[in-house]
């Protein structure tokens, strides 16, 4: 990333207008400023993007985490009827207000971290009516707050217990009926799929794909976490905007990321909260210059957080990315995860004025903290949205 000292960013209508040295700053742009804001040396960089959470569920699973403590694997708790189902339960019996509400909680927890742009997905619904709630709670989010909300469909997260058996149906049934539906609705902007052996086979994923495809919705996929069963590979077939996870990946996926450009999405707050040993071929990822993006997996089972400053911090200390890897996973190549890039992600004439304020000395320490949060202040589409108060905002030439 480039980092700029002593540096000017000018904003115009909710868009950057101009970046650079502060010396460099054409004189015309310096005096038709309406306002001013001197941030007295403090670093700005881009808004950050939390590009993968199952922000909205019922409940916790505090109990199963209890009993994870005690030695029973995720896998085993999935195979008799908890872990994911465990949350549908719970996401099936709460009301739209009380979803809304648990959500407020963690959506403001990842706003006061400077996040402008977040990724939600459905997935713990799993009925028609469910994942509709979910999704509709999810643009709900966004204009509840100052932050842009992208959905993500995942009904095929699990399989749900009244499809038991019939796995093939269900997929039939979310592919062909549900997501063309929830499309038209204009409640989902990509589809992912978990493609694991307790999650849902290549097979089923290619059929969910292909339903997207039709509709002209971009894919994702979550990919080698547990295993490999193929998944990123097909996922490559179809221009995934991103593939998640990816513990369990091999050369050959790498080479298909790299050629299908990808976006490997890290996620190793999920990797150390299940305490998996096997990490992502990030040498290789950045050899083949596959963009790493990095985010939280907000999710009740396998990433109970809403820090992605925490994320990042996992992402240098557990999987060897470095300072810089961290922030662009979290700004530039979460835009790209998420088909962004044109809007968000970088500090760029053109790209929507969504920036954060950080009282640190240098950009490596918003990765150095293992649970600190040294955000001053957030802007987003031009406007502040947190941290500077009316007097830190002068009218030029005053
Ligand atoms: O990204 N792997 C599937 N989905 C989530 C876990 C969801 C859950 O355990 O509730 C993940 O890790
Ligand atoms: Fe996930």
Same mark, same amino acid.
């Given at each position: 990333?480039?980092?700029? =000292?002593?540096?000017?960013? *000018?904003?115009?209508?909710?868009?950057?207008?101009?970046?650079?040295?502060?010396?460099?700053?054409?004189?015309?742009?310096?005096?038709?400023?309406?306002?001013?804001?001197?941030? #007295?040396?403090?670093? *700005?960089?881009?808004?950050?993007?939390?590009?993968?959470?199952?922000?909205?569920?019922?409940? @916790?699973?505090?109990?199963?985490?209890?009993?994870?403590?005690?030695?029973?694997?995720?896998?085993?708790?999935?195979?008799?009827?908890?872990?994911?189902?465990?949350?549908?339960?719970?996401?099936?019996?709460?009301?739209?207000?009380?979803?809304?509400?648990?959500?407020?909680?963690?959506?403001?927890?990842?706003?006061?971290?400077?996040?402008?742009?977040?990724?939600?997905?459905?997935?713990?619904?799993?009925?028609?009516? %469910?994942? &509709?709630?979910?999704?509709?709670?999810?643009?709900?989010?966004?204009?509840? &707050?100052?932050?842009? *909300? &992208?959905?993500?469909?995942? /009904?095929?997260?699990?399989?749900?217990?009244? $499809?038991?058996?019939?796995? /093939?149906?269900?997929? +039939?049934?979310?592919?062909?009926?549900?997501?063309?539906?929830?499309?038209?609705?204009?409640?989902?902007?990509?589809?992912?799929?978990?493609?694991?052996?307790?999650?849902?086979?290549?097979? %089923?994923?290619?059929?969910?794909?292909?339903?997207?495809?039709?509709?002209?919705?971009?894919?994702?996929?979550?990919?080698?976490?547990?295993?490999? *069963?193929?998944?990123?590979?097909?996922?490559?077939? $179809?221009?995934?905007?991103?593939?998640?996870?990816?513990?369990?990946?091999?050369?050959?996926?790498?080479?298909?990321?790299?050629?299908?450009?990808?976006?490997?999405?890290?996620?190793?707050?999920?990797?150390?909260?299940?305490?998996?040993?096997?990490?992502?071929?990030?040498?290789?990822?950045?050899?083949?210059?596959?963009?790493?993006?990095? +985010?939280?997996?907000?999710?009740?089972? #396998?990433?109970?957080?809403?820090?992605?400053?925490?994320?990042? @911090?996992?992402?240098?200390?557990?999987? =060897?990315?470095?300072?810089?890897?961290?922030?662009?996973?979290?700004? &530039?190549?979460? +835009?790209?995860?998420?088909?962004?890039?044109?809007?968000?992600?970088?500090?760029?004439? /053109?790209?929507?004025?969504?920036?954060?304020?950080?009282?640190?000395?240098?950009?490596?320490?918003?990765?150095?903290?293992?649970?600190?949060?040294?955000?001053?202040?957030?802007?987003?589409?031009?406007?502040?949205?947190?941290?500077?108060? %009316?007097?830190?905002?002068?009218?030029?030439?005053?």
């Amino acid at each position: 990333m480039t980092r700029i =000292g002593d540096a000017a960013l *000018v904003t115009r209508a909710g868009m950057i207008e101009w970046v650079g040295p502060l010396a460099a700053l054409p004189r015309d742009l310096a005096s038709s400023a309406t306002h001013r804001v001197d941030l #007295s040396g403090r670093w *700005v960089t881009p808004g950050l993007i939390d590009c993968h959470t199952h922000l909205i569920f019922g409940g @916790n699973r505090s109990a199963e985490f209890a009993e994870r403590l005690r030695g029973t694997s995720y896998a085993d708790i999935a195979r008799r009827g908890g872990g994911i189902l465990s949350t549908v339960r719970a996401t099936r019996a709460a009301s739209d207000a009380q979803l809304t509400a648990a959500a407020l909680r963690r959506l403001d927890a990842l706003l006061a971290e400077g996040v402008t742009t977040v990724e939600i997905k459905s997935g713990y619904g799993l009925t028609e009516h %469910d994942e &509709r709630r979910m999704l509709h709670i999810a643009r709900e989010l966004g204009r509840a &707050r100052p932050v842009r *909300v &992208r959905t993500t469909f995942l /009904g095929a997260h699990a399989l749900p217990e009244e $499809y038991a058996g019939r796995a /093939g149906q269900y997929v +039939a049934d979310l592919a062909e009926t549900w997501l063309p539906r929830l499309a038209a609705e204009g409640l989902v902007d990509a589809v992912d799929v978990f493609c694991e052996h307790i999650g849902f086979s290549v097979d %089923d994923a290619q059929r969910v794909f292909a339903s997207a495809q039709r509709l002209g919705l971009p894919v994702k996929m979550h990919a080698e976490q547990l295993s490999n *069963v193929g998944g990123s590979r097909l996922a490559c077939r $179809y221009s995934a905007l991103s593939c998640d996870h990816l513990e369990f990946t091999t050369p050959a996926d790498v080479a298909a990321l790299a050629a299908a450009g990808t976006t490997a999405v890290l996620l190793p707050i999920a990797f150390y909260s299940l305490r998996e040993t096997r990490r992502p071929p990030v040498p290789a990822l950045r050899e083949q210059r596959v963009p790493m993006a990095v +985010a939280t997996d907000c999710n009740p089972g #396998s990433a109970p957080t809403a820090s992605l400053l925490l994320a990042m @911090n996992m992402a240098v200390q557990l999987f =060897g990315l470095t300072s810089d890897e961290a922030l662009a996973g979290a700004t &530039r190549c979460a +835009a790209r995860a998420l088909g962004l890039q044109t809007q968000c992600g970088e500090l760029a004439p /053109g790209l929507g004025a969504d920036f954060a304020v950080w009282d640190v000395e240098s950009p490596d320490e918003l990765c150095y903290w293992a649970g600190f949060n040294p955000l001053v202040a957030v802007v987003r589409g031009g406007g502040i949205v947190r941290g500077m108060s %009316d007097q830190d905002v002068r009218v030029a030439h005053d």
